[in-house]
């Protein structure tokens, strides 16, 4: 299964973008930037979905 990194700090964008995605991805999600590096290192993700604008 292709595996997804969602970045973004708000809570509630992340809940419903890997609600939509959960039956076909496995979806790992990171509320910062230095959570998405972490992820990114161990997590190995196909493809990664950030927020452009972040604390």
Same mark, same amino acid.
């Given at each position: 299964?292709?595996? /997804?990194?969602?970045? &973004?700090? !708000? +809570?509630? #964008?992340?809940?419903? #973008?890997? !609600?939509? =995605?959960? @039956?076909?991805?496995?979806?790992?999600?990171?509320? &910062?930037g230095?959570?998405? =590096? @972490?992820?990114?290192r161990? @997590?190995? +993700?196909? =493809? /990664? =979905?950030? &927020?452009?604008?972040? +604390?």
């Amino acid at each position: 299964m292709k595996k /997804i990194l969602v970045v &973004d700090d !708000e +809570p509630e #964008i992340r809940a419903a #973008i890997k !609600e939509v =995605l959960k @039956e076909q991805f496995s979806v790992v999600t990171a509320n &910062d930037g230095d959570m998405a =590096l @972490e992820a990114v290192r161990q @997590e190995k +993700p196909d =493809l /990664i =979905l950030t &927020d452009v604008l972040m +604390p």
